[in-house]
């Protein structure tokens, strides 16, 4: 029976689920792995505030650093968040020798590259499985299980709090400042919730995922962000009657000519495994040469599910530690020339649904379809109904077929001066899964 | 830059899936895990055979014995199937010291326990996670991933086979003799087709999952097995008027008193991720106490999907031979009294969809219900219509309440006696997700 020494810095909510799980699965997790791990000291800087679990007093201190500086401690948690003095534990705790397991995608995301080298230089292991998608084994899976496969795409759902906003939009017609107001009251989006609607969040995650399936350190500033508070009610309503959802999805594609990598609202077609997803929950929906499409559905965020995460983590280095092993699945840039350029967003290609705000007047129609056709867009179907939108103005949709988007954006300033456009028109790409 | 030497007993479609995985991603996985996997022996007792691939004729042999002997190989690859040489094959490299890669799950459900009692013995490793759900990471997940989780329940869709069939049944009301006759055409079902659509192959499967995630290793021949040969068109076009549709799932449950574990027919309702997975696709949905609900999604079988996850266990194990590591990931029985003992089926509760074959006459209905009532079974709805089977015959389909299983069979036996009656009773077990 081996004993593993753990020190854990941040006792948030996923410290104290991370305390809890240890607690409670005790046992099991001894008998299935044959080894206990002993939380050994914690640290917060600010120990007296009301939480779900108790924390042992003696092992309490406000300094992180003694944590880190204890021989006797073999793993650090990080679990404090930001960019910040997160780094510095995170750096300072390898620069000891010690493995660290971190919930941290804001910072892999941005000093991954950083963090991985001098974890390699000091043969320690860093755990990040939590970083992505709450409990779901998306970081294992693609790190070993998908290894022998050249990955063609992933696509994924994985801010919940985006994806709890959509559903309720779609299941209540609510438009997006009601629906937020509800994420927040009920516990699904934070005060200041532009991490996660803005996209940013997703991006993060987004970036972790194509350093492992493509070898790619990619800039994070250079991925292309774009958030769900524009979409309305209306698009969703369109979208429904089109037979589709709308989604914020994280994209990456290889493509022959470099690597596609962006958050943005898409139109997934119903019925689909993504289009399913709903409330709170994410998915990754992964493409490979030979394992072909493959979906990982769960809880993405929340205390006991990535606790869940943290400390199966905890548990390989541990295991591998008990077996004096040299355990490395640190991941290291290894990317061909086709993966570590990113594509413009203006020169991909895909379909879009488009949603063009006019006045009721003859002859619109005919001008955007003859303005889109102009550019290359060739359309797919088109809605025009009497749906009065106040005014005298009436929304017109049209689906286009695969199109370059450095044409659409040409088309759409060109038809955004008619002066029968009375609104800001929406545009949202369409994925096909 | 390491090279392992592996040898390949079985060169048939999951073979050949691996011959072309490492040959067509020679160069990704050299650059992604830095190995380089040498494939320096085949072994199949048909060289001449026609393949999607080209055997090389001088790493070729007819006897597998030729790879076990030979001191140079490290990792064999067992590919033949079946529970007879394949077993002598697995414990002959076992015992000479070498490592095993499998996708045989009959072989490991019923000699689990003895294979990897052989293993941790000689310090091998097996691995095995295209023994289940193909390139869906399931093994590693339940092994590593849910660790740190008590495993409350495990449903999952695990043979194509007969998830192909029941999604023709219900998208083209077909038969089942038509299903699986259009499921043989295509490809999707064998020649001899029992152990896929009786169950056998989903139960293989399933003892293999409790063994990971309950630490039992189950007497095969306890775990209750169903098939989907008695599933009518009439059965599933009522399930869908219900909300429901019928899938062929795997399951075990963690209860107070024991474990249950069974393949059968349920009811699974509509709009749940489960519900969804259709064709030849599987997924596992796993609860874990800290994970919540959870579900891995994928292609079940076939040539490069099974060769993916065959490749992966190939790299994991390389890996760390070329880290001099000790890697024994072979599961041990840990399983506590709980989860060691099977719940007979008798005892189980559960909700239950019920159709009877009566003849038309006034009662039936009151006499069916009352019998259900005396022996402790409540309705939930009752559908009677008059949709007539001929001979004057009237279907009855009621969905119960939970109903221990027990009494609903002595109910049933009862009702088997009335005059009424006039054909064989269907019975379908609810799940509820």
Redesign the interface.
């Known amino acids: 029976m081996s004993v593993v020494n753990v020190g854990l810095i941040g006792a948030g909510t996923v410290g104290c689920?991370v305390i809890k799980?240890?607690n409670?699965?005790k046992?099991?997790?001894k008998?299935?792995?044959g080894i206990t791990i002993n939380l050994k000291r914690i640290a917060d800087n600010d120990p007296e505030r009301k939480r779900p679990v108790r924390l042992p007093k003696k092992k309490l201190t406000r300094d992180a650093w003694e944590l880190i500086n204890d021989d006797s401690i073999d793993i650090i948690i990080e679990l404090v968040g930001g960019t910040t003095i997160a780094k510095d534990f995170v750096m300072g705790a390898i620069k000891r020798g010690k493995h660290v397991v971190t919930a941290n995608k804001a910072l892999l995301a941005h000093y991954g590259k950083t963090i991985f080298g001098e974890a390699a230089k000091q043969g320690v292991d860093v755990g990040f499985?939590a970083s992505v998608g709450?409990?779901?084994?998306i970081i294992?899976?693609t790190q070993?299980?998908?290894?022998?496969?050249?990955i063609l795409s992933i696509h994924g759902i994985m801010n919940g709090t985006s994806n709890y906003i959509l559903s309720t939009m779609t299941e209540h017609g609510y438009e997006f400042e009601d629906a937020l107001k509800e994420a927040q009251e009920k516990g699904y989006a934070e005060a200041d919730p532009s991490f996660d609607i803005d996209g940013i969040d997703a991006a993060h995650k987004l970036s972790i995922l194509i350093m492992l399936s493509f070898?790619t350190f990619l800039n994070f500033d250079k991925i292309h962000v774009e958030g769900i508070r524009d979409i309305t009610s209306l698009d969703i309503a369109y979208a429904d009657e089109l037979g589709y959802k709308i989604k914020l999805l994280a994209i990456a594609k290889s493509r022959d000519n470099g690597l596609e990598a962006g958050v943005y609202p898409t139109l997934v077609k119903k019925?689909t495994?993504l289009a399913?997803v709903s409330e709170a929950f994410n998915a990754i929906y992964v493409v490979?040469?030979?394992?072909?499409?493959?979906?990982?559905?769960?809880?993405g965020a929340?205390m006991?599910?990535t606790?869940?995460?943290v400390?199966?983590d905890v548990?390989?280095i541990a295991k591998?530690l008990s077996?004096?092993?040299?355990?490395?699945s640190t991941p290291r840039p290894?990317g061909?020339k086709n993966n570590s350029s990113l594509i413009k967003m203006s020169d991909i290609t895909t379909k879009y649904y488009l949603r063009f705000q006019a006045a009721d007047i003859p002859g619109i129609l005919g001008n955007i379809t003859s303005c889109l056709g102009k550019h290359d867009i060739s359309i797919e179907s088109v809605i025009q109904k009497s749906r009065h939108l106040g005014g005298g103005d009436v929304p017109i949709v049209i689906m286009t077929h695969e199109a370059r988007e450095k044409d659409l954006l040409s088309a759409l300033r060109k038809i955004s001066r008619f002066k029968a456009i009375t609104g800001k028109t929406n545009f949202i790409r369409i994925e096909e899964l």
Chains 1, 2 share one sequence.
């Open positions: 689920g799980v240890l409670q699965n046992e099991i997790i008998n299935r792995t499985e709450g409990g779901i084994p294992k899976s070993e299980s998908y290894a022998a496969n050249n070898g019925g495994q399913d490979g040469d030979a394992v072909g499409p493959t979906m990982l559905y769960g809880m929340g006991m599910p606790a869940s995460a400390v199966s548990l390989q591998h077996l004096g092993n040299t355990h490395r290894y061909s």
